[in-house]
């Protein structure tokens, strides 16, 4: 086993494939692997030029079936978030008594926060990807089901175990995804990163149109006839609106009991649908690095990597109030701009309509960012973030929503999802090109203060005058944008240092 100095940490490197490691039991098993790979090949007959024999060897899988496999995976989740994100938009309005549907919402955050920093690695470890995500989807299930009688004792125990399903969900498919990636990869004799970034392209614009068809069900299932409502009192509605006050408005009263039935039921068949496609159809993968023992144990590694990351990182520190805020943002348009303007002003039934805009031009954006990154680099698009977020924030704290401007809400909708669309696909991007060499580290950073932005807003969501949520986010959003800047001009002044330190680190290793 071969060691490495990086300026992150001690890595080990195969000596067969030249992969490298951060801890050395993970490097030797992945040798062993690739000993008893290389074994096979010498053994069997196994031509390395042949791209079916390697397939047969590694794999087992044609590009066809990986294809296949990518469209199942990327078919469940878009049954799954139909009902869940759907079912989220409608929460704040839906349980508005004191605060059931978003306190929930916050539920589900905080335990998925902690979750994901145990379970994630133990639960695939022993059950494997495929039945990891079959499973996991079963918890959305219970929490659909939860919504037929949602009061403290049901949405809060469901609201958990969704949590911990999420944060398995995730880690599994993210794991899942990558591999076949590689695999494709090999097989086509295309680079492992552009497969990766078409994978993942292909999936994300799958589920971002969820928001489209679940939002489409809900306006179906909640449409009544418009009519002329002398109870609503608009000043009250808005930036102005207050979730403590009793409201008399019939825009805010509940959905009849017969529409939230239906409603529910196709949310939980849809649920359940997923699970069925997940578990039938998709086929089980062995990784090609095998987890260890430790792997099938709970451990505090993964905790301690995490935070010992964000310790001694400073990027990490400095980014760490945008992370927030890209959680704080998701929860705003779902939980505050749909009862405060939509569901306040033109009545719940119209927060579907409103959702599917915002789903549309956000799946959009994601796919054309993708490629237009390329281009201009992830500053200019964050720039485009900060000026489509902070103009929106400014305009809904002056703005009164009327149902005659109706047009109003669709393009604040639009314009939060030209920024939401950066703040969740090219971030990511962003993690993983500035910390390349500590990718796991990083990403559960990511993933941990997200969570805690998501759990602030919905926290504070039924207790806050939304001008109040307008201020915070603004202050969020300024504070987050200057610090990125300020590691974007860093990163940038080391290009050159980093450049030719890899160079002398690798005339070393030659020695």
Not at 45 to 62: F, Q, R, V, W
Not at 388 to 398: N, P
């Amino acid at each position: 086993m071969e060691k490495e100095y990086t300026d992150i940490s001690t890595q080990y490197k195969c000596g067969l494939c030249g992969q490298y490691f951060d801890d050395i039991d993970i490097s030797q098993e992945h040798e062993n692997v690739c000993k008893h790979f290389h074994n096979d090949m010498n053994t069997q007959s196994i031509n390395p030029d042949n791209k079916e024999d390697m397939l047969s060897s590694k794999s087992h899988m044609s590009t066809f079936t990986i294809s296949k496999n990518l469209a199942i995976i990327s078919t469940g989740f878009l049954l799954l978030f139909t009902s869940f994100n759907s079912l989220s938009n409608l929460q704040s309005t839906l349980n508005k008594e004191e605060a059931l549907g978003t306190v929930g919402l916050s539920v589900i955050y905080c335990a998925g926060v902690l979750s994901c920093l145990f379970f994630p690695s133990f639960v695939i470890g022993n059950l494997g990807c495929k039945w990891t995500i079959a499973l996991s989807m079963v918890c959305y299930v219970v929490y659909m089901g939860a919504n037929f009688h949602a009061v403290w004792g049901t949405i809060v125990p469901a609201s958990i175990i969704i949590g911990i399903g999420a944060s398995t969900l995730w880690s599994a498919t993210s794991t899942y995804l990558t591999q076949i990636a590689v695999w494709y990869a090999e097989l086509t004799q295309r680079t492992t990163d552009d497969v990766t970034n078409a994978f993942f392209g292909f999936f994300f614009m799958f589920f971002q149109t969820s928001q489209i068809w679940g939002n489409l069900i809900s306006s179906t299932v909640f449409k009544t006839k418009s009519s002329n409502d002398t109870q609503i009192n608009l000043y009250l509605c808005g930036a102005n609106f207050d979730p403590k006050l009793p409201t008399n408005s019939s825009n805010l009263a509940r959905p009849s009991d017969t529409k939230v039935y239906m409603l529910c039921s196709i949310y939980l068949g849809c649920a359940f649908l997923a699970f069925v496609v997940i578990a039938t159809f998709l086929d089980n993968i062995n990784l090609d690095v095998c987890n260890n023992n430790t792997k099938r144990k709970i451990s505090l590694s993964v905790v301690m990597s995490t935070f010992r990351h964000w310790w001694y990182s400073r990027p990490q520190k400095m980014l760490t109030i945008l992370t927030i805020y890209s959680g704080i943002e998701v929860a705003f348009i779902t939980g505050d701009y749909t009862k405060s303007y939509v569901s306040c002003a033109l009545g719940i039934w119209n927060v579907g309509n409103v959702m599917i805009c915002f789903g549309t031009v956000n799946a959009s954006c994601s796919f054309v960012f993708g490629r237009l990154v390329r281009v201009t680099g992830h500053t200019p698009l964050f720039l485009l973030a900060f000026i489509t977020h902070g103009a929106t924030l400014i305009a809904l704290l002056f703005w009164t929503p009327h149902p005659d401007h109706h047009v109003w809400f669709y393009i604040f909708a639009a314009l939060w999802a030209i920024g939401d669309a950066v703040m969740q696909s090219q971030f990511n991007a962003f993690y993983g090109y500035l910390f390349f060499k500590d990718k796991v580290a990083a990403f559960s950073n990511r993933g941990l203060w997200e969570s805690v932005g998501f759990i602030i807003a919905f926290a504070w969501s039924g207790y806050l005058v939304t001008n109040v949520k307008l201020g915070l986010c603004l202050g969020f959003l300024i504070c987050g944008m200057t610090l990125y800047i300020l590691v974007d001009v860093q990163n940038r002044k080391q290009r050159k240092q980093v450049k030719i330190d890899e160079d002398t680190i690798a005339l070393l290793n030659t020695d």
